[in-house]
C-alpha cells in the first residue's frame, strides 16, 4: 500500500514540541498505515540529512526532489514541474514533505 501524506515540517529552527506535535497529528491521521508509523515516528528530533537513506521494513525511502539549497547533494536533476507533468506524482511519489519557511519541499519516493 501506497502512502501519499502532505506532511508540514516546521522549520529546523523551530522548537522540538512544536514539530513533533505536527508529527502527532500526522500519525493520528495516518493510523491506518501502521508500517509507516514507526518511520514517521522517526522524524522526532532528527536532522533531515538523516532520514534520506531511512530503512523501515526493508523499504528504503529516498528524496526525488528538494527545492532547497541544503539538499544540493542528495537531489537528482528533476524538477518538481516535471514530475507532474508527467503524471509520476501520484504513482511514484509515496511521501511529499513540505517545509515552512525557508526550508522548500522534499518529495519522497520508496525504492523497489
Known amino acids: 500500500m501506497v502512502l501519499h501524506a502532505v506532511y508540514k515540517l516546521v522549520s529546523f529552527e523551530d522548537s522540538n514540541q512544536r514539530r513533533n506535535t505536527l508529527i502527532d497529528k500526522l500519525i493520528q491521521l495516518s493510523k491506518i498505515f501502521f508500517q509507516y508509523i514507526i518511520w514517521l515516528n522517526c522524524l522526532r528530533n532528527i536532522k533531515p540529512k538523516i532520514i534520506v537513506n531511512y530503512t523501515l521494513n526493508n523499504d528504503k525511502f529516498f528524496p526525488v526532489y528538494s527545492n532547497t539549497s541544503k539538499w ?14 508527467t503524471g509520476n ?8 514533505i513540505g517545509t515552512v519557511k525557508d526550508e522548500g519541499i522534499i518529495l519522497f519516493k520508496k525504492s523497489i
Open 89 to 96: 506524482l501520484n504513482k511514484n511519489i509515496d511521501l511529499l
Open 72 to 85: 544540493d547533494n542528495f537531489i537528482p536533476s528533476m524538477s518538481l514541474p516535471n514530475i507532474f507533468k
